[in-house]
Each structure stands twice: as C-alpha cells, then as structure tokens.
C-alpha cells in the first residue's frame, strides 16, 4: 500500500502530480527509486543532467545551508579582510623583518676602549629569553667589574640608547666607589 509520505517524497524530486506519483508507486510497490527509474525511462521526467544523482535532501534544505556557507564565509573575508593562510603570511613575513634586523645589529661588550664580545641582538634576544637566569646576572656583574654596554648598527645605533646604556654602567660605577669608599672611611674611622 502506498501511503502520502511516499507520494510526497516522489513528488519532492520529480516535480510531478500526486496522481501521476501515486500511479508509479503502486507500479513499484512503494519503492521510491525504482519509480524514479521508471519515469525517467517513459521520458514522464528528465534525469540529471551529467549523469548526476537522486539524493533525499529536501531542496529547500540545501538551498538554506548553501546561503548559510556563502554568508558565513563572505562575513568571514569581510571581518578580516584576508584569508588564514594570508595571515599566516604577514605573520612569518613580520617575523623575519625583525629577526633580519637583529642580525643587522649587533649587542657589544667594552671595557675601556677595547671590545671584548660582538653579537648579533638576534642571538642576545634569544639568550634572554632561553638563558635570562645566566644572561641578567652576568650582564650586572659585568657592569661592576668596568664592562659597557652597547648596540652598534643602523636600527639600534642610536645615541639615545646607548645614552641609556652609559647612564645604567655610570651608576653601577658610582655605585662601587661608593661602597668602596664606605669601606674605606669605616676602617679609617676605627683606627
């Protein structure tokens, strides 16, 4: 017995009448595909251009999740103005300006008029980042043992930083003579 779902379900993907559904239904014994087959073979509906397919989905279904994916998608390129992998792009592209110009200058340790070690920022980045309980102490001590601090190149080379890095290794100087001093006035004062 063939019942209205069925009927309607044919009448869904062939766009004919309830009468002439029915009618290929009861040919079948309520198979929708096989009745689908059947018409297509009397010429009473066309088949897929392509060679295509049948499929359960209601149309209206499909035409909803398609607008939804085109919407979705065109919200998506709107809010961002590019895609991921555009994204990811200037990412790594940020990425490399900056470590080309950490190679380009370079970190230098002076004592007096004579260098004592030349590195890349790039490579002094990295240990502070990595090593900073070896990095920070060794630099504080150096500053107390007579050692200057400096970046050499076109991007760091400034005088105001620099500037700053004379002013920090003069206030660790005037910091030892003063305790050098303390000391040495306490012995006197005891004698």
Known sequence: MVTLEQVEKLREHTNISYEEAKAALEETNGDILEAI??????NRIQAPKGGGY????????????NSYEKNHESESM??????????????FR???????KG?????EVMRGEQRVISIPV??????????????????????????????????????????????VADAAESLKKEVKGEKSNGKNSDN
């Open 37 to 42: 087959v059947n018409l297509e073979k009397q």
């Open 78 to 91: 709107k809010s961002d103005g590019s895609s991921f992998g555009e994204l990811v792009g200037r990412i």
């Open 122 to 167: 790039t490579v002094l980045v990295l240990l502070l980042l990595f090593m900073f309980w070896v990095t920070i102490p060794l630099m504080i001590v150096g500053l107390f043992f007579g050692y200057r601090y400096m970046f050499i190149g076109p991007d760091l080379g400034k005088e105001n930083v620099n500037r700053a890095m004379d002013s």
């Open 94 to 100: 940020w990425c490399g300006e900056i470590i080309n």
């Open 54 to 65: 049948y499929n359960s989905r209601n149309r209206q279904q499909d035409a909803n999740e």
């Open 103 to 107: 190679n380009r200058n370079s970190f």
